[in-house]
Structures are given as structure tokens and as C-alpha cells.
Nanobody
Framework: VQLQASGGGSVQAGGSLRISCAHS????????MGWYRQFYGKGRELVAT???????VYADSVKGRFTISRDNANSTVYLQMNRLRPEDSAVYLC?????????WGQGTQVTVSS
């Protein structure tokens, strides 16, 4: 399985971005997909996850501002980020999990300026 993230960039505080992650393997709908983020010099933290039947979980810090969604027909997961804050600046990483297997994509940089 390969995960290809795209859509990061720079935006001013209060703005919006949408990032995407394309999943290359089969049975995409069976995977729990997620977004994590990594701040410079720190570990990864969970942003949001979504199951195949669209059950979602969000970090408290992004609830009400970010929305995770998936398109099972096109094997893609999205993260819509609204009302962005400078503290949201990080590398955002796509994650896929099925049974005991996990996969990580490369990161996409999101930079929010004040």
C-alpha cells in the first residue's frame, strides 16, 4: 500500500486548506484512515480518523474546525481545515490501518502565518 498526500501549503490565520491522500491498494473501504501531524522536533499527534462506514474521531484541538472525509470509490481521504491557526502549522501525515497492518504516507507541509 502506498499513500500519496497532497494539497498542503501556506495560508494566513483564519484561512482554509484541504489536503488529500490517495491510497494505492485494494479494499480501501476496509481501512481505517487517518491524519496525524508532526511539529518540528516533536512526536506525531493524532488529528482525525475515519472508518469505512464514516465513523470519525477528532483531536480536541481541531474539533469544529477540521473535517475528515473519504471517497471509497476513488480510494481517497480528505482533511478539510478551516479557521486555521498558527499552531496548526506542521507536517500532516496520512495513515492507513487494517487488522494488524499500518501504513504511513509522506507528509505534506501546512504553514499558517499570523
Amino acid at each position: 500500500v502506498q499513500l500519496q498526500a497532497s494539497g498542503g501549503g501556506s495560508v494566513q490565520a483564519g484561512g482554509s486548506l484541504r489536503i488529500s491522500c490517495a491510497h494505492s491498494g485494494r479494499f480501501f473501504s476496509r481501512y481505517v484512515m487517518g491524519w496525524y501531524r508532526q511539529f518540528y522536533g516533536k512526536g506525531r499527534e493524532l488529528v482525525a480518523t475515519i472508518t469505512g462506514d464514516d465513523t470519525t474521531v477528532y483531536a480536541d484541538s481541531v474539533k469544529g474546525r477540521f473535517t475528515i472525509s473519504r471517497d471509497n470509490a476513488n480510494s481517497t481521504v480528505y482533511l478539510q481545515m478551516n479557521r486555521l491557526r498558527p499552531e496548526d502549522s506542521a507536517v500532516y501525515l496520512c495513515h492507513a490501518r487494517i487488522l494488524q497492518s499500518t501504513y504511513w504516507g509522506q507528509g505534506t507541509q501546512v504553514t499558517v502565518s499570523s
